[in-house]
């Protein structure tokens, strides 16, 4: 079993739209979490965190659940500009390699005229 | 001049042959790493280090091996190379003190055929 799932889409959707990805970690001691933004062939770049109050940055609300170990990213009135990949990111502190960011394999998202 | 430069971008490379890839920064971080990503896989860690004389292997450590030559640089070495080898690789760095500094190099896109 995959340490971070996602539902790899796509999600293709019009502008305007509102659209959620979720995610589900497996390891119970995670500690930190994140959603980074990737770009076709291009480097993940990091989107925002995800606190346990939920979070919101403009269009993108994110939300953590820890008692069920999951994660969601909500993105309100879509953009072109919005379609790429999104990669749920967690950090591990209790391992002997300290803060590892650990991947999902991603949601892709295509936000159609 | 990018923060983590990778080189090279593209190769092609023959099965069989060794390749290096190659990873510098500017960030001044005392921590390098290896990724490796294929399509729906998000990103696997191949090998880390957290300073000159350290390294460690990652999740899919076989076939890899790196050398820290120096702070700045973190190389990556496919002794005899193989197609299922045939991957975009990410460099990354971060900076021990915190969990939100991980900074990406563009990526080397690999083919072995």
């Known amino acids: 079993r995959k340490e971070v799932e996602q539902d790899p889409g796509p999600f293709n959707v019009p502008e305007g739209a509102t659209v959620a990805f979720n995610c589900t970690y497996s390891?119970?001691?995670?500690?930190?979490f994140f959603w980074y933004r990737q770009d076709c062939r291009k480097e993940p770049k990091l989107l925002m965190s995800?606190?346990?109050s939920g979070n919101e940055d403009g269009r993108f609300t994110a939300q953590l659940n820890r008692a069920s170990q999951y994660i969601s990213l909500l993105i309100r009135d879509s953009k072109l500009s919005d379609s790429a990949t999104y990669l749920c990111v967690v950090i591990d502190y209790y391992n002997n390699a300290g803060n590892m960011l650990t991947f999902g394999g991603g949601t892709r998202l295509m936000v159609k005229p | 001049d990018a923060d983590v430069t990778q080189t090279p971008r593209n190769r092609i490379t023959k099965t069989g042959k060794r390749i290096m890839l190659e990873c510098s920064q500017t960030k001044g971080h005392d921590r390098m790493y290896w990724y490796r990503q294929d399509p729906g896989l998000g990103l696997r860690l191949i090998y880390y280090s957290f300073d000159v004389k350290d390294i460690n292997k990652g999740e899919i450590s076989d076939g890899y091996s790196v050398s820290r030559q120096a702070q700045a640089k973190f190389s990556l070495s496919l002794e005899s190379a193989i197609p299922n080898q045939t991957a975009l690789y990410f460099c990354a760095t971060s900076d021990a003190g915190t969990a939100y500094g991980y900074t990406f190099g563009s990526g080397t896109r690999l083919t072995v055929v």
């Open positions: 390891n119970s001691a995670s500690q930190s």
């Open positions: 995800v606190y346990s």
